[in-house]
């Protein structure tokens, strides 16, 4: 049974059948009782819709972060299984064995398990071939365990970081995907001859499969794992080609591989940084043909925008809705009212019709995800990044017109920040394109009355 679920052993659709669905009980007895230890609630069976993993929103709702916790690491065995066992399937079915990868897509999970359920043996017609299938079975075999490894390693660093430690560090987004690599490149590949192409693969697809074990854990949404991709495959990258070189040092290559293993969880606790996050300045102008005077008033408050047409706004990044303002002068408080809620914010410079300045004391998510499930438990969302001040410069220019330059400071709490600022600094010039484009409009609609 061991070697059917953990080994390289070929599985029959009878045998993907009976175990599948039996260990699908087993992990809902098991997630239920950890439920119920918690909370003193009962996990209804009607919530396991996909494989080991349904009802995560209604665990973390029920049962809290605890419960959360303990029934993530209890996935984790059953995501290696659930893997193994569907790309052994499709093999035995004659498919490739990545279709059994598909059984990670929410949307189509239930009509691979179903194709896989039904779909035939292939009967090899002679010993060649049966010879054949063996040694392909052994290499996806191996290859599976060092992809599985590695993604459960990186499910693991994510858990240990972000919940054990709080933190949100290289030690996740730099030593976990590295360490990923080469973990993958050297199971996949001790004891054989190793090849970098080889290793490359195998440490991509196992970066594939925390991503998707990932999202199935209501851990991280769909845009924020598309973001950290290319950072964790390109660092997945030149750990593949360190374990495939480790994996031609049989002797040594496995005791280095476990010191990185052993060694990656207390770099998970290193601080994001030093100190406190460094100040990030974004900075967008536009020209307005109006004059200071018409431009100021509809910089202070603004109704309602329209919808937006920009595609980055629209992936579920918070965009700005109104602004509206209480009092005015210094000490007045404005409210620019997202999507995701009001970014509170008291006037603390007040030059009409020059120069509005800020203070952000109050903020909303940064996003609504994407994800399978209405809501997930990814800290990140709130806090991360966190604006701390904005300014208007309103500057006269001949004809009549005005440069309007629109400035947010803030810090990002993600390292490698130099990675992410990339893509904060991209949105939010994005935002302020919105926001100004808008007050241009407004203005000069009012001028040309």
């Avoid at 059994?100 to 017609?125: K, N, Q």
């Avoid at 803030?410 to 010039?429: E, K, Q």
Wanted: with cysteine.
């Amino acid at each position: 049974m061991l070697k059917l679920w953990f080994g390289g052993v070929p599985v029959d659709r009878k045998s993907y059948l009976v175990h599948g669905f039996g260990l699908l009980g087993v992990k809902w007895i098991l997630d239920a009782l950890v439920v119920y230890w918690i909370s003193g609630e009962w996990l209804h069976p009607a919530l396991y819709v996909i494989p080991a993993l349904a009802g995560r929103v209604e665990m973390v709702q029920s049962g809290g972060l605890l419960a959360a916790l303990v029934t993530s690491l209890l996935a984790l065995p059953f995501i290696w299984i659930g893997a193994s066992m569907s790309m052994r399937r499709a093999r035995d079915a004659g498919w490739s064995p990545w279709i059994g990868l598909l059984f990670f897509l929410p949307l189509i999970h239930a009509l691979v398990i179903l194709a896989l359920c039904l779909a035939p043996t292939r009967v090899e017609s002679d010993d060649a071939g049966r010879e054949g299938a063996e040694r392909v079975s052994a290499t996806l075999g191996m290859a599976l365990q060092g992809i599985a490894a590695a993604a459960v390693l990186g499910v693991l660093a994510m858990i240990v970081s972000v919940f054990g430690f709080g933190e949100y560090g290289s030690g996740l987004f730099v030593g976990a995907p590295f360490v990923m690599g080469v973990v993958a490149a050297y199971l996949a590949q001790r004891g054989r001859e190793p090849s970098r192409r080889r290793g490359i693969s195998t440490a991509l697809l196992a970066v594939v499969l925390c991503e998707g074990a990932l999202l199935l854990l209501a851990l991280e949404g769909a845009i924020c794992l598309l973001t950290a991709a290319p950072l964790a495959m390109g660092l997945a990258t030149v750990g593949a080609l360190v374990g495939t070189d480790w994996a031609k040092r049989r002797s040594s290559g496995g005791r280095a591989t476990a010191a990185l293993i052993l060694v990656l969880p207390l770099t998970t606790a290193i601080p994001t940084s030093p100190g406190e996050p460094k100040l990030h300045k974004a900075v967008t102008e536009v020209v307005v043909d109006a004059p200071p005077e018409v431009v100021w008033d509809h910089v202070v408050s603004f109704p309602d925008l329209s919808p937006p047409s920009d595609w980055v706004l629209k992936t579920g990044i918070a965009v700005p809705l109104r602004a509206r303002i209480e009092g005015s002068g210094v000490g007045a408080i404005r409210y620019c009212e997202f999507s995701t809620g009001p970014f509170v914010e008291p006037i603390t410079v007040w030059d009409r019709p020059h120069r509005l300045g800020f203070d952000v004391v109050e903020q909303p998510p940064s996003m609504s995800e994407w994800s399978p499930y209405s809501t997930i438990y990814a800290p990140h969302l709130e806090g991360t990044m966190e604006s701390q001040r904005g300014e208007f410069l309103l500057e006269p220019l001949p004809g009549g017109k005005t440069r309007l330059v629109g400035t947010t400071w803030y810090r990002f709490n993600m390292a490698p920040a130099v990675y992410w600022t990339l893509y904060s600094d991209f949105i939010l010039h994005r935002i302020h394109g919105r926001v100004l484009g808008h007050v241009k409009r407004l203005s000069e609609e009012q001028t040309s009355r």
